[in-house]
Structure formats: C-alpha cells, structure tokens
C-alpha cells in the first residue's frame, strides 16, 4: 500500500497563476483534508471531505476550492496564487474507529512556493 | 472553540535523559487525542490514539497518558533517532468532527 500520495512534491508559481495540488488514498478511506502548515502556525484545516460527493470549508478555505473526484482522490486547487499561499501543503485521509475517533494518515506534502 | 497548547515549544535533551512533553487541551466533550511525530521535511506520523482519562500507551521508549485536561507523552532513555516535532490534536465530541492541532514541540536529542 502506498498509503496517501501527493503531487507534486515541488512547485514555484506566479502571483495569479493558477494550480492543482493532487492527492490519493489507496487505504479505501471515507474522509479526506487538506492542511497547510507555516512556521509558528501549526497545521490548519483548509477543506475536508466526509465522505465521497461531499466537501466542507475548513478554518482557512479563501483563496481555495477542492474537488473530491472519487473515494481515492481530492485535489485542491489555487485558482489565482497570492504570495500568502505560500505553504506546504499536506493532505489527509482517516478511518473511523468504533466510538467514531477519525484516526488520520498524512501524505509526504507538497511545498509551494509563490512568487 | 476546541483549543490544544503544547508545552514547551522546543526540548533538547541529552541521549538517555527522559522527559515528557505536555499537550493540554479545551474541547466539548473529548472524542479522541492524537499524538503524532513529524521529521523534518516529512508529513505527520501518526502515534497513539487515546480516548478517556486515565487511558496509556506505550510503542518502544514512547508512552502517551491521558487525563480530563491534558496529555502528556513520555520520552524514556531518548536517542537521536526520536528527534522530530511531536504534534498533539483533539477530536470533539460532536457529530462529525475534525481534529484540532496544537504547534508541535521540537525535540532535539544529542549523542
């Protein structure tokens, strides 16, 4: 299993260009996020997605929408790049245990760089 | 607004030298908490999952405890190798619920 896979794992953008960030499970999990994490903030919640054909805005969700296109994959997307989104970015997936605590699993990241 | 506070920001400990770092957390009603290892570079790993006070677990030279208000995770005999960020994050009790992180404490352990 290669659990939660993103890409890319690099990318350097324009202010105002556009982007999608890409992201699969292969762990059949009804849930996924996306995070972003800067120095001294922490991880923040940008979108998730509770189940397939459902997403919801997380603490940080201007500036993005997302895509849940399948149970394996949500893709994030910047559609206008703004220095501030400068960020790794990591998405998530999570099982549900049986007194409903959603145990996630992250992917390697993604790291943005905009100019 | 569910809250978790890690304490310190950063630890440097002396290989061998045990310590525990303390996540203390606000939350209505406590569904899960989660610890987490992050090496630099990398996404987050997940650890343990406790679910009421009074609860430990325990993976190698790592044990995680559980109380109504904090949780604390025991470093025992640490070695280089545990260096990385340990991050802390709550799940609330109510409908579906996302996870809360705290900032991570930074351990450093040196030879």
């Known amino acids: 299993n290669a659990g939660v896979t993103q890409t890319p794992k690099f990318q350097v953008l324009k202010t105002g260009q556009s982007m999608t960030l890409q992201c699969a499970q292969d762990?059949?999990?009804?849930?996924m996020y996306w995070y972003r994490q800067d120095p001294g903030m922490g991880l923040r919640l940008i979108y998730y997605?509770?189940?397939?054909?459902?997403?919801d805005k997380g603490e940080v969700p201007n500036g993005y929408n997302v895509s849940r296109l399948n149970k394996r994959e949500f893709s994030l997307r910047l559609e206008s790049a703004a220095p501030s989104q400068t960020s790794v970015y990591f998405c998530a997936s999570s099982e549900q245990g049986v007194a409903g605590q959603e145990t996630q699993y992250f992917g390697p990241g993604t790291r943005l760089l905009v100019l | 607004e569910d809250q978790v506070t890690q304490s310190p920001e950063a630890l440097r400990l002396q290989e061998g030298e045990s310590s525990s770092l303390n996540c203390s957390y606000t939350v209505s009603g406590l569904r899960g908490l989660f610890w987490y290892r992050q090496d630099p570079g990398k996404g987050p790993e997940f650890l343990f999952t406790l679910y009421s006070a009074g609860e430990e677990k325990e993976k190698e030279r790592l044990k995680a405890t559980l109380t109504k208000k904090e949780s604390f995770l025991h470093i025992t005999a640490p070695k280089p190798e545990d260096s990385a960020t340990y991050l802390c994050?709550?799940?609330?009790?109510?409908?579906?619920?996302?996870?809360?992180f705290g900032k991570g404490t930074m351990l450093l352990v040196s030879p």
């Open positions: 762990m059949n999990h009804n849930s």
């Open positions: 997605s509770a189940s397939e054909g459902t997403t």
């Open positions: 994050a709550v799940q609330a009790h109510s409908g579906y619920s996302t996870l809360t």
